[in-house]
């Protein structure tokens, strides 16, 4: 089974919640997730980086929250090679907004530009039409992490 570190990013803390139920679905489905709380560069990139699961909200007209943007800047400054590791994204948004879920859409960017593998397609959760962001998680999570 996979080592999953999970990195939040949140401004209202919707994605934190989201964060705590995958770490319990992955463990009941025999993974190892690890959440890593304002993670920085040195918690998620070492030899033993297996897979990430980015959750993240997005703010303002686009942009990263600040919780988790310091991981970002990290990440494009360095630019690692991570072709070892994989990677799964969870954006939450409002797509009342002109950037819905941007900084999801920036962080997968930027883990492809790493090398790192994506597993699946990204989720996309729409607050305008997703009344439980969590529920709507399980669901992806599950098909998700058999692709692990």
């Keep these: 089974m ?10 209202y803390g919707t994605a934190t919640e989201v964060a705590y139920g995958c770490v319990r679905q992955l463990t009941e489905l025999g993974h190892h997730p690890a959440l890593l709380k ?17 959750i993240t909200s997005t703010t303002g007209d686009g942009e990263i929250p600040d919780d988790i943007l310091p991981l970002y800047e990290a990440l494009e400054q360095r630019m690692p090679a991570l072709s070892q590791a ?11 907004y ?21 597993v699946g397609e990204p989720l996309f ?11 709507a998680a399980a669901l992806w999570l599950d098909e998700w992490a058999a692709l692990l």
């Design 2 to 11: 996979a080592g999953v570190r999970i990195v939040v990013g949140t401004v």
């Design 38 to 54: 304002s993670a920085d560069y040195g918690q998620l990139v070492d030899d033993a980086l297996d897979v990430v699961l980015v």
């Design 86 to 96: 994989r990677f799964g994204v969870i954006a939450l948004g409002d797509s009342g």
């Design 98 to 118: 002109e950037n819905f879920a941007e900084a999801g859409v920036q962080f997968a960017a930027l883990l492809q530009r790493t090398q790192a593998v994506a």
């Design 125 to 135: 959760i729409d607050a305008c039409e997703t009344a439980d962001p969590e529920e």
